[in-house]
C-alpha cells in the first residue's frame, strides 16, 4: 500500500461547486502539504500543516482552505471552484528525523478538471 | 514566487551521455533536494544535499551545492532511456518550514 494516498485520482467538475481532495498518510509523520502542479510552472505550495491545531498558508491559498482531522489525514477544499483551479493537486508528508531529515515523500496526486 | 530556477527548462541526449541541470535560488537554505517525476506521476526524491555540503553522489547521480553562488547542480552520468522524465530542485527554506519548488527540467533520453 501506498504511504500517502489522495482521493480522488481525476475529478471532473463544474464551477461554483465545491469540491474536497483527501489525503491520508501511513508515514507517521506531523508535517503535510498541498501542492499545485500547473504546466511549465512546477509546484506551489498552498498550505501546510504541522500538526493537528498548526495550519499555514502557503504561496497560493486563496480560494482554498485545508482541514487537519487526525495526524494521518490533510484534506484541500476547494469551496467554489473555478476554471483557473484546473490543475493537477499533490499531497506531501516530510521527514523531520534521521538521515531523511526534510525529505518529501509524495502521494500520486489528483487531477482536477473544473468546467 | 519561485524559490529555485532550474537550467535547461528542456535537454535532449542520447543514451549513454551524461545529463547535467542546474538550479538557482534566492534566499538562505537548510538543505536542497532534486525529484524526479514521471509523467503525470508523483514525485520521487532523488538526493538531499545540506547547507553545510558540497557534494553528494548517490549512484549514477552527482549532486553539488555552491551557497555562495546561490546554485546547485545535477549530474546523472550514462544516462538511459528509463531517465526521461522531469526533475525538480527544491529548497528547504532556513526554518525548516518550507519546501519550494522550481519549474523543473523536462529530460528526454534517446535509445
Known amino acids: 500500500d501506498a504511504d500517502v494516498t489522495q482521493t480522488p485520482r481525476n475529478r471532473i467538475t463544474k464551477t461554483g461547486k465545491r469540491i474536497m481532495l483527501e489525503c491520508s498518510q501511513t508515514?507517521?509523520?506531523?508535517?503535510m502539504y498541498w501542492y499545485r502542479q500547473d504546466p511549465g510552472l512546477g509546484l506551489r505550495l498552498i498550505y501546510y500543516?504541522?500538526?493537528?491545531?498548526?495550519?499555514n498558508k502557503g504561496e497560493i491559498s486563496d480560494g482554498y482552505s485545508v482541514s487537519r482531522q487526525a495526524q494521518a489525514k490533510f484534506s484541500l477544499s476547494l469551496e467554489s471552484a473555478i476554471p483557473n483551479q484546473t490543475a493537477l493537486y499533490f499531497c506531501?508528508?516530510?521527514?523531520?528525523?534521521?538521515?531523511?531529515?526534510?525529505?518529501?515523500?509524495f502521494g500520486e496526486g489528483s487531477r482536477l478538471t473544473v468546467l | 514566487s519561485q524559490q529555485g530556477e532550474e537550467d535547461p527548462q528542456a535537454l535532449s541526449i542520447q543514451e549513454g551521455e551524461n545529463a547535467t541541470m542546474n538550479c538557482s535560488y534566492k534566499?538562505?537554505?537548510?538543505?536542497l533536494q532534486w525529484y524526479r517525476q514521471n509523467s503525470g506521476r508523483g514525485l520521487v526524491h532523488l538526493i538531499l544535499?545540506?547547507?553545510?555540503?558540497r557534494e553528494k553522489h548517490s549512484g549514477r547521480l552527482r549532486v553539488t551545492l555552491d551557497t555562495s553562488k546561490k546554485s546547485s547542480s545535477l549530474l546523472i552520468t550514462a544516462s538511459r532511456a528509463a531517465d526521461t522524465a522531469s526533475y525538480f530542485c527544491?529548497?528547504?527554506?532556513?526554518?525548516?518550514?518550507?519546501?519550494?519548488f522550481g519549474a523543473g527540467t523536462r529530460l528526454f533520453v534517446k535509445a
Open positions: 506531501a508528508t516530510k521527514s523531520t528525523t534521521g538521515d531523511r531529515n526534510g525529505e518529501l515523500f
Open positions: 508515514k507517521g509523520h506531523d508535517r
Open positions: 500543516s504541522f500538526d493537528v491545531k498548526d495550519i
Open positions: 534566499t538562505s537554505i537548510n538543505n
Open positions: 544535499i545540506r547547507s553545510n555540503e
Open positions: 527544491a529548497t528547504e527554506r532556513t526554518g525548516g518550514f518550507k519546501t519550494i
